[in-house]
């Protein structure tokens, strides 16, 4: 793996989930101070504005965004300590789909989705991504998710600015396992 896919894991773990591991803080809509970011990572990894460009330019999944004179930098989606990224609530697809783990199952059908660990449960335009995000955790099990139908129910949609659908909580009731035919 190359050192700036390991700054990027490190800088999604300081920017979603743990600032304090390099002693910085975030603010409430989640930016940090990008030359702090930079001294803190540096501790770990040779460092510089010109790769960190480079990581927000070039992530897959478009993980990070600069404010407008790039002094500031915050995750897009994904946190678990309680910021707000000033998400728009945007109407959702008739159907996302939401790609987990097989041992996940069987809680998933008692309890429905729940974001564990995350402010919200992430959700996919299809189901080739939900296979990928579920692979992260074994054998990957696929739901439905009856988004239209939810949203007309009351339940907010979020569009992040990485096109990630993010949705508090999804009860048992929307969802719809996806069987595959071959097992
Ligand atoms: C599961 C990655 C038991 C849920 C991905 C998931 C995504 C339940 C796991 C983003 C449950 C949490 C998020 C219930 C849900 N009982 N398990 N009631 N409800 N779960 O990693 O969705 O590469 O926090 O199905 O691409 O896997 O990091 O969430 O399997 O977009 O940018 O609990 O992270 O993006 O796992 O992934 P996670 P996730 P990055």
Redesign the pocket.
């Known amino acids: 793996m190359s050192t700036l896919t390991d700054i990027s894991k490190y800088m ?1 773990l300081i920017l ?1 989930h743990k600032p304090q591991a390099i002693g910085i803080a975030l603010d409430e809509h989640g930016w940090a101070n990008v030359n702090e970011l930079i001294v803190g990572i540096s501790k770990t990894y040779e460092f510089d504005m010109e790769m960190l460009e480079e990581i927000v330019r070039t992530d897959n ?1 478009q ?1 990070y965004s600069f404010n407008e004179d790039k002094t500031l930098i915050r ?1 897009n ?2 946190h ?1 300590i309680p910021v707000d990224v000033e998400l728009g609530e945007s109407e959702p697809p008739e159907i996302l789909y ?4 097989e ?6 059908d ?9 402010l919200y ?4 335009k299809d189901v080739e ?1 939900a296979t ?3 692979s ?2 074994g054998k990957p099990v696929i ?1 439905e998710v009856l988004a239209g139908e939810m949203n007309r129910d009351g339940y907010k949609f979020y569009l992040s600015e990485n096109k ?1 659908w993010l949705t508090k ?2 009860p048992i009731k929307y969802l719809r396992k996806i069987v595959k035919e071959n097992g």
């Open positions: 999604s979603r999944k993980r995750a989606q994904g678990s939401h790609g987990t783990g041992k996940f199952v069987v809680s998933i008692e309890a429905g989705l729940i974001p564990k660990s995350r449960v992430h959700l996919s991504t990928s995000v579920g992260r955790h739901y990630v909580s999804v």
